[in-house]
C-alpha cells in the first residue's frame, strides 16, 4: 500500500491537533479518561524523525483519533543519547498510559526493560525475537507486538542490485552502529550474502555523528566502491551527512527506505516504513478499542518493498543504470 506524504502546514496542523475526526466507537467512548499512548522515538526531534512521525500521527487521525479530544500522544526524543533512552522510557512507564509505542531497537529494548505490563508496539524492529521482545512473530505471549522491517534477504537483494549497476564491484562497506544490539546480526548476514557473490565486505562502526568522516575516511583508505546500511536511528538520524560523504567519495550508498533514499542515496531497495506507522497505530487502536493483547497479535511483517534509483548520483559517480533495472524500479529520479 502506497501512502502520499504530507505537507508541512499538515504536519503542523496534525501535531497541534487541529485535524477531524469521526467519533470513536461507543465502547472507547465509555472511558472516563482520554487514553493516553507514550512513543519513544530515536532522533532529537520531530522534525528529525520526519515523515515516520508524521505517518503514525496520521495513522491515528484516519482511525477517528484527534489529538487533546480523544487521545493524548507523549512523545519523547532521546537523540540517539542511549542514557535517554532509559530516562525516558522510565518516565513514560511512569505516566501509566494506556500503551507504548517505540520506533528502533534501542527504544523498544528501553521500553522492554522499563515494564512487563503495559503494552508496547514496537515500528522498525529488525529482531524482536532475538532481541527478546516476543517468544516467536506468530505468538509473541509477552507484552509487546508490533511491525517488523528486516530480513536476511534484504541484504542480499541490495547486494544484488548494486552488483548489477556496478559490474566490477568488489568491495562493499557496511556502516553500523555498535551500540546497537541488531548490528552483529547485519555484519553476519551481510558477510554471507557478499561472499555468495563474490564480494568483500568490511564493516565499519560509528557510535556517533561526530564518527562518519574517521568512518569515511577509512573506507577510502580500504579502496571501498560502494556502501550499504541498514535500519538503525543513529544511522537514520545521519541519512543526509552519509549520502553527502558517500557522493563525495565516489561510493555508491544503497539505502534501506524511502526516507534515506530522499537524503541522496544512489539506491535504496526495502519495506515501506510509513506503511510500518499506519499499521502500528492500528495495533495500539486494537488495544484501546478491542481490549486486545499484545500476546494475541502476530507481528506483522512487510508485505511490500519498494525500489529506488537516483540517476543524478549514478551519472555523478560515472555509472549507468541497465535499462531493466530503472522499468523494475518503483521510482526513478532523474
Not at 500476546?295 to 531493466?324: C, M, R, W
Request: proline content about 5%.
Amino acid at each position: 500500500m502506497q501512502f502520499d506524504h504530507l505537507k508541512r502546514r499538515d504536519f503542523i496542523a496534525l501535531i497541534g491537533g487541529a485535524v477531524t475526526a469521526q467519533p470513536l466507537a461507543a465502547s472507547a467512548q465509555r472511558h472516563a479518561r482520554i487514553p493516553k499512548v507514550g512513543v519513544l522515538w530515536h532522533a532529537a526531534n520531530a522534525d528529525e524523525e520526519g515523515p515516520l512521525f508524521i505517518g503514525l500521527v496520521e495513522g491515528f487521525r484516519k482511525l477517528g483519533y484527534a489529538e487533546g479530544r480523544n487521545i493524548t500522544l507523549e512523545h519523547r526524543f532521546p537523540n540517539e543519547i542511549p542514557e535517554r533512552f532509559k530516562s525516558m522510557a522510565a518516565e513514560l512507564v511512569s505516566l501509566n498510559g494506556d500503551s507504548l509505542v517505540c520506533a528502533g531497537v534501542q527504544a523498544a529494548v528501553a521500553l522492554r526493560d522499563a515494564t512487563k505490563t503495559i503494552p508496547i508496539i514496537f515500528m522498525f524492529m529488525p529482531d524482536p525475537v532475538g532481541s527478546k521482545l516476543v517468544e516467536s512473530l506468530a505468538k509473541p505471549s509477552g507484552n509487546a507486538t508490533g511491525v517488523t522491517n528486516f530480513g536476511p534477504e534484504l541484504i542480499g537483494k541490495r547486494l544484488q542490485l548494486l552488483n548489477e549497476i556496478i559490474p566490477r564491484l568488489s568491495r562493499v562497506a557496511l556502516l553500523v552502529n555498535p551500540h546497537s544490539q541488531i548490528s552483529r546480526r547485519y555484519i553476519e548476514f551481510t558477510e554471507t550474502a557478499a561472499a555468495a557473490r563474490g564480494l568483500v565486505s568490511q564493516t565499519f562502526e560509528v557510535r556517533s555523528l561526530d564518527d562518519l568522516e574517521l568512518a569515511f575516511g577509512s573506507m577510502a583508505m580500504s579502496g571501498m566502491q560502494a556502501l550499504t546500511i541498514n535500519p538503525d536511528g543513529l544511522i537514520y538520524q545521519g541519512k543526509a551527512a552519509i549520502a553527502k560523504m558517500a557522493i563525495a567519495r565516489g561510493m555508491a550508498l544503497a539505502a534501506y527506505s524511502r526516507e534515506t533514499f530522499d537524503a541522496g542515496a544512489m539506491m535504496s531497495y526495502g519495506p515501506d516504513n510509513i506503511a510500518a506507522c499506519y499499521r502500528a497505530a492500528v495495533l495500539v487502536d486494537k488495544i484501546l478499542r478491542e481490549g486486545s493483547r499484545p500476546s494475541d497479535l502476530p507481528v506483522e511483517q512487510p508485505t511490500k518493498f519498494q525500489y529506488f534509483i537516483n540517476l543524478k548520483v549514478t551519472k555523478a559517480l560515472g555509472l549507468d543504470v541497465p535499462l531493466h533495472l530503472q522499468q523494475l524500479a518503483d521510482e526513478v529520479v532523474e
